[in-house]
Nanobody, 123 residues
Framework: VQLVESGGGLVQAGGSLRLSCAFSGGTFRSYRMGWFRQAPGKEREFVAGINWGGEYQYYGESVKGRFTISRDNTKNTVAVQMNSLKVEDTAVYYC?????????????????WGQGTQVTVSS
């Protein structure tokens, strides 16, 4: 499985960005998908997750109400719409795929990871 993120960049606080992740090398609908982030000097943090069909979404506490995850099983893509961005959202954002079960918020349950895309929010 290969995952390629896009859409990162520099944005002012209060602004919006949309990250996308292209999935290839497997059967997309067989995977739960997640977004994680890691800021310098900090541990990896769960951002959002979505189940196979897209009916259920999960969010980290720090992004609830601001971020929205979605997937398109016809295009093999998953995206996260990030609104009301804060300086503390600055991080490298990673797309990840989970073929099995387990807690969707736990990065250890994910089998494949993208290379990451930088999101920088300025004040």
């Amino acid at each position: 499985v290969q995952l390629v993120e896009s859409g990162g960049g520099l944005v002012q606080a209060g602004g919006s960005l949309r990250l996308s992740c292209a999935f290839s090398g497997g059967t997309f609908r067989s995977y739960r998908m997640g977004w994680f982030r890691q800021a310098p000097g900090k541990e990896r943090e769960f951002v959002a997750g979505i189940n196979w069909g897209g009916e259920y979404q999960y969010y980290g506490e720090s992004v609830k109400g601001r971020f929205t995850i979605s997937r398109d099983n016809t295009k093999n893509t998953v995206a996260v719409q990030m609104n009301s961005l804060k300086v503390e959202d600055t991080a490298v954002y990673y797309c990840a795929a989970n073929r099995g079960y387990g807690i969707i918020t736990d990065g250890r349950n994910y089998d494949s990871w993208g290379q990451g895309t930088q999101v920088t929010v300025s004040s």
